[in-house]
Nanobody, 126 residues
Framework: QLQASGGGSVQAGGSLRLSCAAS????????RAWFRQSPGKEREFVAAISRRGNSTLYADTVKGRFTISGDDVSDTVYLQMSSLSVEDTAVYYC?????????????????????WGQGTLVTVSS
């Protein structure tokens, strides 16, 4: 199971940190990712981190502003979001993919994510 938290309301230019805690499985088998979905839009990739934590991947729209990281002890993945803009408003979902390899071609696609958390809403106001 994946449990996302940390969403909320923030003004443009502000920061938030999202958390995604996992339970009930072997952590090192899963790569982790964040996606987001705005009203009327498809769910889109935001960031991903390999199961060993040695590789990360970001969407161009968040590169340089968001940072994904992981805590092996608690099996929690974080998304530190800075310089937020109104366009970052969305429900953020954490996901996990069980795979031996951290393949960017699959990590950015919704259909390759095996497990999803419930989503946490981020609202950025101008």
């Amino acid at each position: 199971q994946l449990q996302a938290s940390g969403g909320g309301s923030v003004q443009a230019g502000g920061s938030l940190r999202l958390s995604c805690a996992a339970s009930g499985r072997t952590p090192y088998l899963y790569h982790r990712a964040w996606f987001r979905q705005s009203p009327g839009k498809e769910r889109e990739f935001v960031a991903a981190i390999s199961r060993r934590g040695n590789s990360t991947l970001y969407a161009d729209t968040v590169k340089g502003r968001f940072t994904i990281s992981g805590d092996d002890v608690s099996d929690t993945v974080y998304l530190q979001m800075s310089s937020l803009s109104v366009e970052d408003t969305a429900v953020y979902y954490c996901g996990a993919r069980r795979s031996a390899w951290f393949d960017p071609r699959t990590m950015v696609r919704v259909r390759y994510i095996n497990d999803w958390g419930q989503g946490t809403l981020v609202t950025v106001s101008s």
